[in-house]
């Protein structure tokens, strides 16, 4: 059945809106009872940016951006670069399915007795949305929302899908028996030295799920044993007429031994640190490795778009110049010296030939970030060129390990898999992909020198050298008013102002 939307609610456009909004927290040492209508009563601290757990479970309110959330969008979930070697035109496909369910269903509000504003569903969801569509969104909720709370929030590292394994290389065959039922992703938060197991929760969260999830987690735990690791569940609980707010369910267990994930060396100086890979891309070519499989799919994005619909941004070539006081991007329209640089860019370049313009900025200290807008969305995305460049000789190896694998081959592929059942063609991928990561991770001490030289090199290259095109892509120099950007050491993203639509009258 089809409800109409009521009349009382206005047809109006989407709103313009600064970028931030409160998300209220609530940190707890198991699941229980849904904390009715807590995330607006309860006296809520102000998150500090700690980058691990708080000292004290509570309520907690962070402020954050929107482009924070986007973020979290694209990065977390499975690695599709198995899929795509060959068809990476579908990756704008796959940033849309991943982006588009949070523009369709949520909104924001001011909250009476407060200064900041909330995620809420709006009118679309709460009216107009079949029971399918409901589930589906609420599992990209989550597991949005579950990815910046662990890596924005609290400071962890990349995540990874635990179907393709766990952390502990010894016991990736446990981890990938079907017959257990495992918590969602894991990560490793090298500030707290533990493995995290995670599992993510969306929509109108009940303590029936919670008590999935946990059960999810314990499984996950006990296959761990005596690894040092820790628990945790967020549930992202939304229901029409409410506001979004989280709650983070976790148990630390000490363990005895040392973390030695495939691939890390945590008592190593050039270990990764927590929360954002490129801040150690310069002395650990293992989180260079990690950023660029992050980053995989918005470099296929990148790569498969026409010249036409390609521009550069300046942004200061000085990576430490964005300092971020949490989280993992740095919102450009408040960065003083970009904003600065930028202006005394954009003087000189009627007066610079275009072909010398490029050069010109460089010398004054910017770089040019390589976007370009996802179709579909209000999202752009781009990245550096010693980032491009590492993806670019990543993509190459994948391709090589899928042409001489056993099982990855195109010739390996049954030409025909619809007399197989929906559960036996799921099987048939997930085994696909489990070779292939297995395939990665034993190419990793070869990958490391190759990947340090692709980056290095691509420093001083051209994007028309980079993207094998004859032409540069258009320098974008007057900036657009209506976007709101923001980047990373080696990473860009912008949104519209005009993103969201009302959350209800």
Known sequence: MIHMLPPHIP??????????????????????????RQWRTAKHKPWAGSGGFPATDGWYVSTTTWREIIKAAIEVGRDVTPHLQNQPRYAHGELVARVSPLYAYLGMHPVRGTKGRRLTLNPVYAYGT?????????????????????????GLGQTEHLELGGPI??????????????????????????????????????????????????????????????????GASVRPGDDLFLTIDHARYPGQSPLTPAGFNINDESAVGPGNLEDRLGDSDDALIGAARAQMLTYLALRSAPVSQLRTVPVPADRASRHRRFGLTTPLEGDDLTRAMR?????????????????????????????????????????????????????????????????????????????????????????????????????????????????????????SDLLRRPQEPELDMEGDEGLLEAATPETYLAVSHYSLPPARA
């Open 169 to 234: 290389f010894a016991l990736r065959n446990a981890f990938k028996d079907p017959q257990n039922k495992l918590p969602d992703l894991w990560g490793q938060h090298q500030a707290e030295d533990l493995y995290w197991l995670i599992e993510a929760k969306g929509g109108n969260v009940g303590l029936r799920t919670l008590h999935k999830g946990w059960a999810q987690l314990a499984a996950g735990s006990k296959l761990l044993g005596s690894y040092a690791h820790r628990i945790v569940l967020v």
């Open 11 to 36: 047809d109006e456009p989407p709103l313009t809106y600064a970028d931030s909004f409160d998300v209220p927290v609530l940190f707890r040492n198991g699941p229980a009872k849904k904390p009715w």
């Open 130 to 154: 079949e029971r399918s569509a409901k589930n589906a969104a609420a599992y990209r909720l989550g597991m949005t929302m579950t990815e910046w709370a662990c890596r924005s929030l609290l």
């Open 343 to 463: 202006a005394e860019a954009r003087k000189t370049a009627p007066h610079t030939e275009r072909h010398t313009l490029r050069a010109r900025i460089r010398s004054m200290g910017l770089d040019d970030f390589l976007t370009c807008r996802i179709p579909g969305t209000e999202v752009r995305l781009g990245m550096s060129r010693k980032l491009f460049a590492a993806c670019e000789r990543l993509h190459e190896e994948d391709l090589a390990i899928a042409q001489r694998t056993p099982g990855l081959r195109a010739e390996d592929q049954p030409a025909d898999n619809q007399e197989l059942s929906d559960d036996a063609q799921e099987e048939q991928r997930l085994t696909q992909r489990r070779i292939f990561r297995d395939q990665q991770e034993e190419a990793r001490p070869r990958l490391r020198p190759l990947l340090r030289h692709a980056y290095e090199r691509g420093e001083t290259s051209d994007w």
